[in-house]
């Protein structure tokens, strides 16, 4: 729809009557102008009903057998619930009957009104649904298409998360298509489309996706920066009915404001790019005295081997600090600076910043001090340091700053460690590895970067990016222009809140990404009050709701990690296995343990299967246990437990045999390392024979990536065998410490790659 003049004169006059909603009739008044079916209807003042006079003419006016009586009324949100709902007989006397008694409960009513009844089921799956949108500064206008009805609560509850509503965000649906495919994975729709076995299709695609299109026209129209002076904030009906094979609103909420001209000012690209590729870097709050933070970061800068000559303290001393000569203001400097940090005491920071965009020899700013309105009672401080931004970018449009309460940045390709971690506490995060995809971890935490750099001390990024506040850069600018980069093939991305629009934008980069072949993992904190809380007090951030971001995330193309865990074997999948097309669900799993193979059996669904059918495989299987005389005790099946006796070399061809047959996408390896007949301990190491060279690992490693297929290497024992799983990291495999756990995320991921990555259909 293009003409919104009648609209604009609803809410303009509620407007004028200071209310921040419309009545029911006022709604479908609305929807009406939009070309969508509501009911037939008369609406009678409280002050002019007449029960009898009422009922006549409801009687001879409106279609059907019944009528619907309904309180009108801004005092009472719930109708059905307070008894404001009756259904009665097309009859005079049973429907003059029911005013009176609505009149004496709700004195203070507005209004009451009659409308036709829709025939339908209410009871039945699909005939009742629930179209809704409303404004979300992450995401812009949303729609969504649920379980309608006044069990419609209690019934979405109960259902797996995911499963309902569908979410849309209204500026990513371009076309029909894009709404065709929206309805497609709704899951109600389904019953209302006779998709589901033993349903039969009651209402036409195209009907529902004329009501979703007039939505989001209307969300798009009023909205904060959009045409007109009212934004909706929320907008409903619930229940869209099915009646004999029409949609028809039977309820309608519609809540209002003034829109507001909302925007974030994005940062420049070039001062993004400064920050991470930077050829000069300039440090402010070193000590000549003691090693506190600043001085940390200098020798952690100096130590990962940044040009010395481009390294540079701000600070008002004679002389040089670890080899580095010190100016007195940056306005001095001989060069624009691509990387400042600053790590001063909070109420420093507003002069630092100050004199660093008056200079207009700084780009970009890395804040590494806290206190900027992550803390009750900063706001003020967090308002001065965005006010200096400002000021800032006006001397130099480049100038960008990331933070604060920055852990730091890490680029080990521009030999720049940022962080303020000593390096007796944490392994040097520089460095690179060769096995898996270039990796790029962007995090609003700079806690979670450092935690998972310890727990997953293969995981080397080319880019370790710790946010903090997003007082200017946030978490999406970053990925959005990592995700530019041809050379990364993996986003790892933790954000507690986004700023305007940020949920968005980050969706639209996904699947621009996941279309170039990258994986992207995420984790989104502040699901609940109480996570929006702790996600307030440590980053200032605004936390959405988790199950819009989820959605539209997954939608687009993310991976979003339920636990932690989740997301460090998740990571871990993405980083090994990104280069390898899975082209089939069908999984090889073998266990030395018949605990492991009950084990794994049972974590077998959804995309993942364990067949076994080609002739030929089994035969040469067969001839493997032959050969290693285990014949006699294993049988051939998948699972497949080939008992503690099995030795290396029967490992190792079965293993080969298994990733050169085009039957099987992957390989869950799981050994117990405590049995005689492998070498799973250092050669050398203690009063044993074991010699990790001579393991099954280097073979299975090289048939990996000779087939390209994932094989994921579980070890399921304690410390002593550390150095085992050590060793199948160096060869590029990744380590799982249980069987079941590695089966779960490998479900998960697989599961991801076919549904969002776009994998041959398996």
């Known amino acids: 729809m293009k003409n919104f003049s009648g609209i604009e004169k609803i809410l303009g006059r509620a407007g004028l009557e200071n209310r921040s909603a419309l009545s029911e009739t006022e709604v479908y008044e609305v929807l009406k102008i939009a070309g969508l079916c509501v009911p037939q209807y008369s609406l009678y003042p409280t002050r002019a009903l007449e029960p009898s006079a009422a009922a006549l003419e409801a009687c001879s006016k409106l279609s059907g057998d019944k009528l619907v009586l309904k309180l009108v009324s801004s005092k009472t949100l719930h109708k059905t619930e307070s008894g404001g709902v009756k259904i009665v007989p097309k009859e005079k006397g049973a429907v003059a009957e029911a005013f009176r008694l609505m009149k004496a409960a709700f004195p203070d009513a507005e209004s009451f009104m009659a409308s036709e009844f829709a025939e339908h089921s209410p009871f039945a799956l699909g005939e009742e649904l629930m179209v809704g949108a409303r404004a979300d500064d992450a995401f812009g206008p949303v729609i969504t298409l649920g379980v309608g009805g006044t069990n419609a609560e209690g019934l979405t509850a109960s259902l797996k998360a995911g499963m309902s509503p569908a979410i849309m965000p209204v500026d990513l649906a371009h076309n029909r298509r894009d709404w065709q495919k929206f309805l497609d994975g709704a899951w109600i729709w389904r019953y209302t489309s006779g998709c589901v076995r033993g349903s039969k299709r009651i209402a036409r695609d195209e009907d529902m996706i004329e009501w979703l299109e007039a939505f989001a026209g209307i969300m798009k129209h009023f909205r904060d920066g959009g045409q007109s002076e009212w934004a909706i904030v929320e907008f409903e009906v619930n229940p869209v009915a099915v009646a004999n094979g029409r949609l028809v609103a039977l309820d309608g909420v519609l809540r209002f404001r003034k829109a507001e001209k909302k925007e974030r000012a994005r940062p420049s690209a ?355 246990l032959q050969d290693f005389k285990l014949d006699a005790i294993v049988d051939v099946k998948n699972p497949m437990d080939v008992t503690p006796m099995a030795a290396d070399g029967a490992v190792e061809r079965i293993t080969g045999l298994v990733l050169a047959s085009d039957e099987f996408g992957a390989v869950v390896l799981s050994m117990i390392p405590l049995t005689p007949a492998l070498n799973t301990l250092p050669k050398g190491g203690g009063p044993y024979p074991d010699d990790l060279d001579k393991s099954y690992l280097p073979a299975v490693a090289a048939q990996m990536k000779s087939a390209a297929k994932p094989v994921l290497f579980c070890v399921a024992s304690g410390g002593l065998y550390d150095p085992y799983c050590d060793y199948a990291l160096t060869l590029g495999m990744p380590v799982f410490r249980s069987a079941d756990r590695a089966v779960e995320v490998y479900r998960k991921y697989l599961e991801y790659v076919k549904k969002s990555c776009r994998s041959p259909e398996f």
């Open 270 to 624: 070039k001062g993004i790019a400064g920050l991470l590729k930077p050829a000069s870097v300039a440090i402010v709050g070193v000590s000549e005295g003691k090693m506190n933070m600043a001085r940390i970061i200098l020798n952690n800068v100096l130590k990962a081997g940044f040009d010395r000559s481009r390294t540079y303290i701000i600070k008002d001393y004679t002389g040089a600090i670890d080899g580095v000569k010190c100016w007195a203001d940056p306005k001095d400097l001989p060069e624009t600076v691509d990387m400042y940090v600053v790590a001063v005491p909070s109420k420093e920071v507003p002069d630092v910043l100050a004199r660093a965009g008056a200079s207009g020899k700084v780009n970009g700013v890395v804040l590494i001090s806290g206190g900027m309105g992550e803390k009750a009672g900063s706001e003020g401080m967090g308002a001065s340091v965005v006010r200096t931004i400002a000021e800032a970018k006006a001397v130099n449009p480049d100038f960008v700053l990331s933070g604060g309460n920055s852990l730091g940045i890490v680029l080990p390709r521009s030999k720049v460690n940022t962080l303020f971690i000593p390096e007796y506490k944490m392994a040097y995060p520089l460095g690179e590895n060769p096995h898996i995809a270039e990796t790029a971890f962007v995090s609003q935490s700079g806690a979670f970067v450092i935690s998972a750099l310890s727990k997953m001390p293969w995981l080397k990024p080319a880019y370790s990016i710790t946010v903090g506040n997003q007082q200017d850069i946030t978490v999406v600018d970053y990925v959005e222009k990592l995700a530019e980069n041809d050379d990364i093939g993996v986003l790892l991305v933790y954000i507690e809140g986004f700023k305007y629009a940020d949920g968005l934008l980050l969706a639209q980069v996904v699947e621009k990404a996941v279309k170039k072949g990258k994986r992207v993992i995420v984790y989104k904190a502040g699901r609940t009050v109480v996570g929006q809380k702790a996600v307030m007090g440590h980053t200032a951030s605004i936390a959405g709701d988790y199950l819009v971001t989820k959605n539209i995330l997954e939608k687009a193309g993310a991976l979003v990690a339920e636990t932690f865990d989740d997301f460090n074997d998740l990571s871990a999948m993405a980083c090994y296995f990104s280069g390898f097309t899975i082209k089939t669900g069908n999984t090889f799993f073998i266990s030395n343990a018949g605990f492991e193979s009950a084990g794994m059996a049972d974590s077998v669904k959804g995309a993942m299967t364990a067949e076994i059918k080609d002739r030929e495989l089994i035969g040469n299987m067969n001839k493997v």
